[in-house]
């Protein structure tokens, strides 16, 4: 079993839906990364959170260390949306990262 | 800041060839992680330096992965030999002191 589980592994979505994406972890963690990535590669880093939630845009980051779980939402999803999102965790206080296995995440006009 | 700058970005070689990746991290940054990127796999580290001194390798999949950072604003990962299964999308990054991570575009190999 993997450390960081992401669900679902795919999501398919109409424009304008409301997105969440799902990270549960089953080590301490010291932080937790949400990252994107669009087709063609590119990882940008849209959210480090230790504790509750941050915004930025359309994008809400929560995490709950109680139950050692995190999620990602989009209000007023759009085709640009579109992106692998990937759930990261620091481990034990480590700097190094250990990655969920991504969510493909598709809106469709 | 340019960001962090990896090269080359794509690399075509033959099996049994020496590869060198090439990384120059963000001004300022402390630390320096070096990740693969396949579709078995998913993002893995393979190796990460603090203040130029590598810290956890034992992601390095074996003595064929070398890496060095001879000063704070480069750092080399080096495959020799090479061979297909290396074929990979090879990510550096780097940190700063309030641990977010900025990535490079990475490094597209391809093995053959």
């Known amino acids: 079993k993997n450390e960081v589980e992401q669900s679902p592994q795919n999501l398919t979505a109409q424009e304008g839906e409301f997105i969440t994406i799902n990270c549960s972890y089953s080590v301490g963690i010291s932080a937790l990364h949400w990252l994107q990535q669009h087709p063609g590669g590119g990882i940008v880093s849209l959210f480090m959170l230790s504790s509750g939630k941050k915004k930025h845009g359309r994008l809400i980051a929560t995490i709950n260390i109680q139950e050692k779980h995190s999620s990602l939402h989009i209000t007023a999803s759009h085709p640009r949306d579109s992106a692998v999102y990937i759930c990261a965790a620091n481990a034990g206080g480590a700097q190094k990262l250990v990655f969920g296995q991504g969510t493909r995440l598709t809106i469709n006009p | 800041d340019a960001g962090v700058i990896q090269s080359p970005r794509h690399e075509v070689t033959e099996m049994g060839q020496e590869v060198t990746l090439r990384c120059k991290p963000i001004s300022g940054h402390n630390s320096l992680f070096w990740y693969r990127q396949t579709m078995m796999r998913g993002l893995e580290l393979l190796i990460y330096f603090n203040n130029n001194v590598p810290i956890d390798d034992s992601g390095m999949p074996e003595d064929r992965f070398s890496a060095k950072m001879p000063n704070a604003s480069f750092s080399t990962l080096k495959i020799q030999p090479s061979e297909p299964r290396d074929s990979a999308v090879y990510f550096c990054?780097?940190?700063?002191?309030?641990?977010?991570?900025?990535f490079g575009e990475g490094s597209w190999l391809t093995v053959v």
């Open positions: 990054a780097s940190s700063d002191p309030g641990n977010t991570i900025y």
